[in-house]
């Protein structure tokens, strides 16, 4: 399942944030929710997080973003980037038309012809490659999710893939708990993204009339000088939903997404993989699926390009971070579960193909194969190739939670070339974790930027997301920024220096991830940094390195 947009909190986020909508179906006039203000005011005093809040620095903008403008003006200044770095991102797509990403896509120039003039074995493989579709050129969009596909197991049904049925009566017991907590979140979610559907359509077209337009955004209706009690209830209400990130556009794709997986996801006689056409209870195969790399859709995946190195300097859209890169698409990732066979073999297809990193915002709770994701993990660590992982969205604690794929082997060990990530907010202070965010101070190495980020999405288009969906591209980006500059850094250099020129908030008290705002803790004890990577830092300890002045 993807690791993006926190669509599992955020219904609930908006309802806390409006209270519970009365019906107002008989009411002459809309009778909107109470809005409620938070307890403790954030210590960033922003109506909004800035457009691009990620690339700030706190000292000089007041933002805790990863002061990634203040390096390139202050360090980088005058100086050429001496490459440009290959990054593969594993997820659903992107689209390769989007104005402010496709002089960045990477073109493959052994790619040949659809006949595999390229002799890889991936015929047509030109901007990357889809390892969820079918040779007769269709795409697998939703797909089951792991527990559902184990659940199927259990019961024997035919959605488990040819799979031998699970007998562990324990095991299965587990399974069934979680399959049926999982149906229960999803329902709840639901009815929530529902209820806050409903109250904006209520307030929409109240404001749209009071604007004058039917495009509305914050600004607007924040300066609009309400003249009737009815706008001014919904100018107030749609204020606070956007402020938690509840935006039309978010609970529409949101309402659309929950209502898919409800559908598809957690169906267990549901069975897409009959169109990738593999032999799919063999870990081993490589050669299959199809040169797609856009697939039905590709919001997620381009929202991430977008964030690691969207054309920077063009007065189009948004600026990336790195400002010399080329974006490979692994298509693996469906609206559902992604599996370990394609992930396995989407890591190596980039090792392959030539990429420096691979950026992976995608998780899941189980993962049957995980031996095959290991090996591919071993041969990506082994090629000097940097992984970066987002650490997941369900406020758990992954000493206690699983998100796969996850750095620890099954034969014990780890890569030394994994950077695992959550996700932090522009809000600072005890909001700076993001309240969705996965965390661990083992198994977390650093947080960055991931909530309200502005990115590319499909039709030239910009929205904003959250996620450490997001976390992860911003140190995608960082990494290939240092990686510009300073070709003579290891993919463990790197990884060490991204570490360790983190900004640290050790002793920050913050909110719990997952707590809902009420257990405080050190932010120093929700990852192995204690910190939120600074491109700042990363530059100026990057060139120590480089010049052999310390080592990191």
């Known amino acids: 399942m993807r690791s993006s947009s926190s669509l599992l909190l955020l219904g609930s986020l908006a309802l806390a944030a409006c209270g519970a909508p009365a019906s107002v179906a008989t009411a002459p006039t809309p009778v909107l929710p109470a809005v409620t203000a938070p307890s403790i005011a954030p210590a960033v005093t922003l109506a909004e997080a800035p457009r691009n809040w990620q690339l700030l620095d706190e000292t000089v903008d007041h933002v805790p973003g990863i002061s990634a403008e203040r390096a390139m003006t202050e360090l980088l200044a005058g100086k050429a980037p001496r490459r440009?770095?290959?990054?593969?991102?594993?997820?659903?797509?992107?689209?390769?038309?989007?104005?402010?990403?496709?002089?960045?896509?990477?073109?493959?120039?052994?790619?040949?012809?659809?006949?595999?003039?390229?002799?890889?074995?991936?015929?047509?493989?030109?901007?990357?490659?889809?390892?969820?579709?079918?040779?007769?050129?269709?795409?697998?969009?939703?797909?089951?999710?792991?527990?559902?596909?184990?659940?199927?197991?259990?019961?024997?049904?035919?959605?488990?893939?040819?799979?031998?049925?699970?007998?562990?009566?324990?095991?299965?017991?587990?399974?069934?708990?979680?399959?049926?907590?999982?149906?229960?979140?999803?329902?709840?979610?639901?009815?929530?993204?529902?209820?806050?559907?409903?109250?904006?359509?209520?307030?929409?077209?109240?404001?749209?009339?009071?604007?004058?337009?039917?495009?509305?955004?914050?600004?607007?209706v924040r300066a609009l000088h309400p003249s009737t009690p009815q706008v001014t209830q919904a100018r107030?209400?749609?204020?606070?939903?956007?402020?938690?990130?509840?935006?039309?556009?978010?609970?529409?794709?949101?309402?659309?997404?929950?209502?898919?997986?409800?559908?598809?996801?957690?169906?267990?006689?549901?069975?897409?993989?009959?169109?990738?056409?593999?032999?799919?209870?063999?870990?081993?195969?490589?050669?299959y699926g199809n040169p797609d790399v856009m697939g039905q859709d590709a919001k997620h995946g381009t929202h991430v390009a977008g964030i690691i190195g969207a054309v920077r300097g063009n007065g189009v859209g948004i600026d990336g971070i790195a400002p010399a890169v080329k974006f490979m698409m692994i298509r693996a990732v469906p609206d559902g579960d992604e599996r370990d066979k394609d992930i396995a073999n989407g890591i190596r297809f980039a090792v392959d193909h030539g990429a420096q990193?691979?950026?992976?915002?995608?998780?899941?709770?189980?993962?049957?194969?995980?031996?095959?994701?290991?090996?591919?993990?071993?041969?990506?660590?082994?090629?000097?190739?940097?992984?970066?992982?987002?650490?997941?969205?369900?406020?758990?604690?992954?000493?206690?939670?699983?998100?796969?794929?996850?750095?620890?082997?099954?034969?014990?060990?780890?890569?030394?070339?994994?950077?695992?990530?959550?996700?932090?907010?522009?809000?600072?202070?005890?909001?700076?974790?993001?309240?969705?965010?996965?965390?661990?101070?083992?198994?977390?190495?650093?947080?960055?930027?991931?909530?309200?980020?502005?990115?590319?999405?499909?039709?030239?288009?910009?929205?904003?997301?959250?996620?450490?969906?997001?976390?992860a591209p911003v140190v995608s980006g960082l990494a290939a920024l240092i990686m510009d500059y300073y070709p003579n850094l290891s993919a463990s250099d790197v990884k060490r220096i991204i570490v360790q020129s983190a900004t640290r908030y050790s002793d920050q008290r913050v909110f719990r991830p997952g707590s809902d705002d009420k257990d405080l803790v050190p932010f120093g004890t929700l990852s192995v940094s204690g910190g939120i990577v600074n491109a700042y830092g990363a530059i100026k300890l990057a060139d120590d390195v480089s010049r052999g002045q310390v080592r990191p």
């Open 84 to 220: 440009t770095v290959l990054v593969a991102i594993i997820d659903n797509g992107i689209d390769t038309a989007h104005v402010d990403l496709r002089a960045n896509l990477w073109t493959n120039p052994n790619a040949g012809n659809a006949r595999d003039g390229g002799g890889d074995g991936y015929p047509g493989d030109v901007h990357g490659w889809n390892f969820i579709g079918g040779r007769d050129g269709q795409d697998v969009h939703f797909d089951t999710f792991e527990v559902t596909r184990e659940y199927a197991r259990c019961h024997q049904k035919a959605a488990a893939d040819g799979e031998p049925p699970i007998a562990d009566e324990a095991r299965c017991k587990t399974i069934e708990a979680d399959y049926e907590k999982q149906r229960h979140d999803i329902e709840r979610n639901v009815a929530s993204y529902r209820e806050v559907h409903d109250v904006l359509q209520q307030i929409l077209p109240v404001l749209k009339q009071a604007a004058g337009t039917d495009s509305l955004t914050a600004d607007r």
């Open 236 to 287: 107030q209400v749609y204020l606070e939903l956007a402020a938690q990130g509840a935006t039309p556009a978010v609970i529409e794709d949101g309402l659309k997404s929950l209502e898919g997986q409800l559908k598809y996801a957690l169906n267990p006689d549901f069975n897409p993989r009959t169109i990738v056409g593999d032999h799919y209870t063999d870990p081993t195969e490589r050669l």
């Open 357 to 471: 990193i691979i950026s992976m915002s995608f998780g899941k709770a189980y993962s049957p194969y995980k031996s095959a994701v290991d090996d591919a993990v071993k041969y990506a660590d082994a090629h000097g190739v940097l992984m970066v992982h987002a650490a997941g969205n369900d406020g758990a604690d992954l000493s206690k939670a699983k998100n796969f794929p996850t750095p620890v082997y099954l034969s014990g060990g780890r890569p030394q070339n994994w950077i695992e990530v959550g996700a932090s907010s522009w809000k600072g202070g005890e909001k700076l974790a993001a309240s969705f965010s996965n965390y661990g101070q083992q198994l977390v190495d650093v947080f960055a930027p991931g909530v309200d980020i502005l990115s590319t999405v499909p039709g030239n288009e910009y929205e904003r997301d959250s996620g450490t969906s997001m976390a």
